[in-house]
């Protein structure tokens, strides 16, 4: 009413995909192109993992094999990263994933994952820098001010003391990118060898454990309905859910609704709730097939990297294969982005091959990705 606040902000996307998951999956060497893994490879910075699943799927030795990923804050030098001794041991011959403290899309801000080196600056600091970037068409401050990215592969031949892409880096951290930040660090390959190179820095390690939350009795719909070409256009593209059928449309998002408030603990979703209508209109998606049960919900938080939930993901599917349970895992990612998984047992799929209809029971997911709007 006082025009205060009224700046326009970029609203978060959501885009919904459904398809059938492969019947047999390598745990050593899964898919990479394929939905939904894919989605779990591309976020390389995640902060919470959440995985929800009935109470009779969970026991005691559920998690046995499951890798314990560790990582570290540290406060160092952009120009820390191109110290001999740092570059060869984590980044030309390791894997190590990096992120700097800093609001995005205000401060200055780094990331390194697979090697490539981004840097988020302002206009200012870019000219400064003198290195070779592009403008950032999905950042800007509240001033309107626009912002530039720099990605340098530091794995290149080039990228070694003496060349000149690597002396340019050097000369602009001396000069223009000095100061410490903090960082988040991880070593994927988990070199714990002696010494290392961020040992110097006196880096704080912390070891994420798992949070386990029994619900009471709650109200559960039935992950189970039938899917075919007419309910998803593309079974396999991402579109936006905006653009789906809207019967589909309508379960992707109760289904959605109805996890994050499993997330957040809600009473709505309790067997002996009776909250007036007039605070809240919430009801459970409730079906002839819809039952009343106690969940289970493990939260990892911590740095948490895309390799890690992509083994969390395999061992779920592997333990539940032969299960008729549902289960989801929920990944909140920096810079707000993050996806939502639900694996669905038994699924009629049906669609048409050769002119002629057909359908086939199957596992089958259904993926949700969240971004935030350009």
């Known amino acids: 009413m006082l025009g205060i606040g009224e700046e326009e902000r970029p609203s978060s996307k959501c885009y919904v995909t459904c398809g059938a998951l492969q019947s047999y999956i390598n745990r050593e060497q899964p898919p990479t192109k ?3 893994y894919s989605t779990i490879r591309s976020n390389h910075f995640n902060h919470t993992v959440e995985l929800i699943l009935p109470e009779q799927a969970h026991h005691d030795k559920f998690l046995e094999g499951l890798s314990r990923i560790k990582y570290c804050t540290v406060i160092l030098s952009l120009e820390a990263l191109l110290e001999r001794d740092f570059l060869t041991t984590y980044i030309k011959n390791g894997n190590i994933i990096m992120l700097s403290e800093g609001r995005v899309g205000i401060d200055n801000t780094f990331r390194l994952s697979d090697g490539l080196l981004r840097l ?3 206009r200012e600091t870019y000219e400064r820098a003198g290195l070779v970037g592009k403008p ?25 003391h003496g060349k000149k892409g690597y002396q340019r880096l050097l000369r602009a951290c001396e000069n223009v990118l000095k100061g410490s930040v903090q960082w988040l660090f991880c070593d994927l390959d988990q070199n714990e060898s002696s010494p ?13 454990q798992p949070e386990l939350l029994r619900t009471p009795l709650v109200r559960v719909p039935r992950f189970d309905f039938e899917m075919s070409s007419s309910d998803a256009p593309t079974l396999s593209k991402a579109v936006e859910m905006s653009t789906v059928e809207k019967d589909f449309q309508e379960r992707a998002i109760e289904y959605y609704e109805y ?29 002839e097939k819809s039952v009343d049960a106690r969940l289970v919900r493990l939260r990892w938080k911590g740095f948490l990297p895309a390799r890690w939930i992509a083994e969390l993901w395999m061992m779920t599917l592997s333990s539940l294969a032969s299960s008729s349970d549902w289960f989801s895992l929920i990944v909140s990612g920096f810079e707000g982005r993050g996806f939502t998984i639900l694996r669905q047992p038994q699924t009629t799929l049906k669609g048409a091959r050769e002119g002629q209809q057909h359908q086939q029971r199957c596992d089958t997911y259904l993926l949700w990705e969240v971004e935030e709007g350009p």
């Open 136 to 160: 950032d068409g999905s950042a800007k401050t509240k001033r309107g001010k626009s912002r530039w990215v720099v990605e340098i592969n530091l794995r290149l031949p080039s990228m070694v």
């Open 34 to 36: 394929k939905q939904p």
């Open 196 to 208: 290392n190179p961020i040992d110097c820095h006196h880096p704080t390690h912390k070891l994420p």
């Open 120 to 122: 988020s600056l302002d």
């Open 259 to 287: 996890l994050n408030l499993v997330c957040m603990e809600s009473p709505r979703i309790v067997t002996t709730d009776a909250i007036d209508p007039f605070l809240s209109r919430y009801n459970v998606p409730v079906t």
